[in-house]
């Protein structure tokens, strides 16, 4: 579960790096679906804190990209 947390992280770094918003989208969906997979199913407390900062940071990423700001 380390390494799709690692990967989770991976996939938003694509996203700040990819221009085409398609790509971005695909990027983000794929590493919550990772990152939350590794909070459902890890035990390991520091992998688990991990997965829920690359959620944080996907979030945070959400509110800047937002139309409405």
């Not at 790509?23 to 991990?50: G, H, M, N, R, Y």
Request: glycine share 0%.
């Amino acid at each position: 579960y380390q390494a799709k947390a690692f990967l989770s992280f991976t996939y938003v770094l694509w996203a700040t790096e990819d221009t085409h918003p398609e790509k971005q989208l695909k990027f983000l969906k794929t590493s919550t679906e990772l990152a939350l997979e590794v909070i459902e199913k890890c035990d390991v407390p520091t992998t688990i804190e991990l997965a829920q900062s690359v959620l944080e940071w996907e979030r945070q990423l959400a509110l800047k990209t937002s139309p409405m700001q």
